[in-house]
């Protein structure tokens, strides 16, 4: 149960500035972004308590870190609240739609891992780059901003960036002489609700809509899945889950939930070993993170009052600092070793064509660099085989005495 409340506090606050700027992005008000925040961490409780009391397996949900990260690199293409919000009800339908149709799932989940690794750097480039530009602008607050997450990232790694966000706060706090804080945007302590008609803008989907669900199943649910079969469930409830926060999205979008997933990192914190030796018994530890989502909801519109009053630059120094890991996996993912060169070189292209931030005929540069990552991937591709065809024919030699045509 202690587990799960830490898992469960450490997996906001360590995340929850970077989803507020996400939404801030495309145009949500404070209190619509704070609406967002309230419904995630209440639909976050809500699935987890549910679909673990129902698997007796400690399946937790999150809302989607790098899906925020899409959201900033979006905000200079003049995108309104109400197609965002359109862009978050295709991305959760197309979540769902993976979860009941195998074929689909199959298809991406085929997705070459450099490309979605690519992309997922490329996303996160520009908002990891936020420290630095704090840093150079903001010397002292910026430097000490950073110089807190990496004591703590030393000694201790879950609780590096709330630390970092609270030292941002008390700066802002102190240099405003007690300003600031609930009441600041119009917002107050008590929770708020916030409904928005969506609209579907064809090219907002495209650019907005699609990359948030690959990134989501990219670098959340396939690792949150890969995660609990790691700690002992080889048979996850993959379907269910992808289902249920696809559902979610859905319901929530119109109160400003971009999307909802598989949680990794937290799920790594509530399913592990360190929870209970025996896997049949780590399930409450789940449920319990999901009652403290449902009490983090009563506090996020005060959350978001707090964060709002902050200068915007340190703001996003602090979710650059909370992304640097996921970043870290992406760029490892597109360049690891055991890859071909080709296909680190279209990971590579891929990655700079969606980090140059580039918006062509409205199309974002997160779908154009993943056209020109996937169009140099395939290539390159027939390159790779002829070479090992004829540098290691014992190799297709070996693929057909399997069965298995190369």
Known sequence: MTAGVVGGVAGYASSFTVVLTGLA??????AQAASGLVVMCALQGVLA??????TR???SFAWSTPGAAVLIAAAASGVTWPEAIGAFLLCGALVVLTGAWPALSRLVTRLPAPLSGALLAGVLLPLCLSPVTAVAREPLAGGVVVLVWLVLRRLAAAWAVPAALVVALALTLTVEGGSGGAGADGLG??????????????????SIGVPLYLVT???QN???????RGVGYPDPPARAGLIGSGAGTIVGAPFGVHALNLAALSAAMMAGPDVHPDPRRRWPAAVTGGVAYLGLALVSTAAAALVSSAPPLLVQAVAGLA???AFLGGLASAVQDGQPVEHRTAAVLAFLVVASGVSVAGIGSAVWG??????CYAWLRPRTIMNTAQNHPQDLEKDDDDGESR
Not at 222 to 228: E, F, M, Q
């Open 49 to 54: 308590i549910t679909v673990s009391w129902r």
């Open 189 to 206: 302590w008590t929770p708020v609700l916030e409904w928005t008609t969506p609209q579907f803008d064809p090219l907002v989907l495209l």
């Open 370 to 375: 993943l056209l020109a990552g996937g169009l």
């Open 323 to 325: 992304l640097l890991g």
């Open 57 to 59: 397996m400690p399946i």
């Open 25 to 30: 992005a495309v145009g949500a008000t404070p």
């Open 217 to 219: 199943m990219a670098g």
């Open 222 to 228: 396939l690792p949150g899945i890969a995660v609990l």
